[in-house]
């Protein structure tokens, strides 16, 4: 029988790293990557605490950017022994590893297996995607016999809440669940966009409670909470609602065919709520279907989904998708005066379903 590696646990490599640094071993080598940047920062201040004196940045810290990056650049950087520490730290942003030419793939294979035993390089991936190309053997091999992958995901609704309510606490203030609940629907569940709305908002804020009123008055609504939005205001049969809340997105300079594909994918949710709900199906199974690291969008899908029928959602998605595709490919559409006609549409149909 073939003998099969066993893929590590989701989440296992930033344990470890958290072990790493609380004995002070770090790996040689890492790659950092996912989208929650703010703990991906934290974790590269931890390593710079943990490697580099106060002081000694310029012999011990090397920051590299991986545009135009050749290795043998970057071997260079590792060579120098480090100065009153023992290890070095050398960080490289946005270096992909997989779309190195050949000459240079190789070259950083070899690198790798001969990592200097006094440095630590961490590879971040900022602006670009991590995406291994499994069909480079090679490369991957030498990744991952030398190399720590960690992944910064966003935070589950268990670390993100607890998180949040630490966050004010340290600025005066106290939240309760359901408000952070509400908190990270606005403005979207990435710790890196949460730290100023939490500070905007606790300065805010008379009490010493946060209240729902606080985070409306001041927090910057993600896309994804505004479109919610209009399409609940057209579920209560509150056009001017929806036309206002529309507007506003207009005004913020939002390009319609973003507005368009946040809606499409907002119907496409709540079509599958009312299915959850004909089908017998619970808040859980949405979340499942949609990988929802809480219970409070789900609930907020199937809140909008009693008032209006399977029928009514099929249509209105196909009407969004007939309107996706003229926005681009047709010429000289005026995409925010098809969403306002869209909207009147999805309302008269909605109002007549009712009736």
């Known amino acids: 029988m073939a003998n099969t590696k066993k893929a590590p646990r989701r989440g296992a490599a930033l344990q470890k790293l958290k072990t790493d640094l609380a004995s002070g071993t770090p790996a040689a080598a890492y790659i950092f990557y ?10 590269l201040g931890q390593l710079r605490k943990n490697l580099v004196p106060q002081g000694f940045e310029t012999f011990n810290l090397h920051t590299l950017e991986g545009k135009d990056l ?21 960080t490289v942003t946005d270096l992909d590893l997989f779309k190195l030419g050949e000459d240079q793939r190789e070259r950083l294979i070899a690198l790798l297996e001969d990592l200097p035993p006094y440095g630590c390089l961490v590879f971040v991936y900022d602006t670009l995607e991590y995406k291994p190309n499994r069909t480079m ?17 966003a935070a589950s609704s268990a670390d993100l809440l607890p998180w949040i309510a630490r966050r004010f606490k340290a600025l005066g203030k ?12 606005t403005c979207g569940g990435l710790m890196t966009g949460l730290v100023p709305e939490i500070e905007k908002i606790a300065a805010y804020a008379k009490g010493t409670a946060v ?5 409306d008055a001041v927090a910057d609504p993600v896309l994804s909470a505004e479109v919610f939005r209009l399409s609940d205001a057209v579920l209560q049969g509150d056009y001017d609602r929806a036309a206002s809340i529309l507007g506003d997105l207009l005004k913020m300079q939002t390009e319609p065919v973003m507005i368009l594909a946040a809606l499409g994918s907002q119907l496409r949710r709540i079509w599958t709520a009312r299915l959850a709900l004909d089908g017998g199906h ?7 279907l949609w990988g929802m690291k809480s219970d409070y969008p789900a ?5 909008a989904a009693r008032r209006t029928s399977a029928a009514w959602c099929a ?32 309302a008269a149909a909605f109002s007549q379903e009712n009736t």
């Open 282 to 288: 619970d808040r859980y199974w949405l979340m499942e």
């Open 34 to 43: 996912g989208e929650e940047s703010y703990l991906r920062e934290y974790y």
């Open 137 to 153: 053997k090679k490369l991957c091999k030498a990744l991952e016999d030398h190399v720590e992958a960690v992944e910064f995901p």
């Open 211 to 215: 209240t729902r009123a606080d985070v």
């Open 70 to 90: 050749t290795v043998q650049a970057l071997a260079e950087a590792l060579e120098p022994m480090p100065m009153m520490a023992e290890r070095t730290l050398t």
């Open 174 to 185: 106290e939240i309760d669940r359901q408000t952070a609940e509400y908190l990270v629907f």
């Open 299 to 303: 609930k907020l899908l199937l809140s």
């Open 315 to 346: 249509q209105a998605v196909r009407q969004c998708q007939v309107l996706d595709r003229r926005m681009k490919s047709e010429r000289g559409v005026d995409g925010a005066e098809e969403l306002k006609l869209l909207l009147v549409q999805l």
